[in-house]
């Protein structure tokens, strides 16, 4: 049995496990950095403490726009090193899934793992190691 966080990344319905998941909070105001990865949004404060914001929508899918509506929410996550902000739309649920009914993608090391129907859609699940592992390489 695991928890998957469920949101969306505009019209795209995404979830990963809730194990590494901190807080949810809303928008959050960015500093730039330059010469950083394009899907580097900039970096935030949550409370005196001061991580990077990602935005999964442009590290996930090819930037379909520069357009900020459909961002929402920040789920903050903690990696072996820092805590990472993640931006994201609005949050569907909470939900409790059983490990066979993720349906996998059949390929290793991708960052989508595989998918899960669930609130009435079908749902991409990251492998947020997957992201970090890459980004460490960047």
Same mark, same amino acid.
């Given at each position: $049995? $695991?928890?998957?966080?469920?949101?969306?990344?505009?019209?795209?319905?995404?979830?990963?496990?809730?194990?590494?998941?901190?807080?949810?909070?809303?928008?959050?105001?960015?500093?730039?950095?330059?010469?950083?990865?394009?899907?580097?949004?900039?970096?935030?404060?949550?409370?005196?403490?001061? $991580?990077?914001?990602?935005?999964?929508?442009?590290?996930?899918? %090819? =930037?379909? &726009?520069?357009?900020?509506?459909?961002?929402?929410?920040?789920?903050?996550?903690?990696?072996?090193?820092? =805590?990472?902000?993640?931006?994201?739309? =609005?949050?569907?649920?909470?939900?409790?899934?059983?490990?066979?009914?993720?349906?996998?993608?059949?390929?290793?090391?991708?960052?989508?793992?595989?998918?899960?129907?669930?609130?009435?859609?079908?749902? &991409?699940?990251?492998?947020?190691?997957?992201?970090?592992?890459?980004? %460490? %390489?960047?």
């Amino acid at each position: $049995m $695991m928890q998957v966080i469920v949101f969306r990344l505009g019209e795209r319905t995404y979830g990963f496990s809730t194990d590494k998941v901190e807080e949810i909070t809303t928008t959050l105001t960015t500093t730039n950095v330059p010469h950083s990865p394009d899907w580097t949004v900039g970096l935030v404060n949550l409370r005196g403490q001061v $991580m990077t914001l990602v935005d999964l929508d442009k590290r996930l899918n %090819e =930037p379909s &726009s520069t357009d900020d509506e459909w961002y929402k929410n920040t789920i903050i996550v903690h990696t072996e090193d820092n =805590p990472i902000a993640l931006k994201v739309g =609005p949050v569907i649920g909470v939900t409790d899934v059983e490990e066979d009914e993720v349906q996998s993608n059949g390929e290793e090391d991708s960052v989508i793992s595989g998918y899960l129907s669930v609130y009435d859609s079908i749902v &991409s699940i990251i492998e947020l190691d997957q992201i970090f592992k890459e980004k %460490e %390489e960047v």
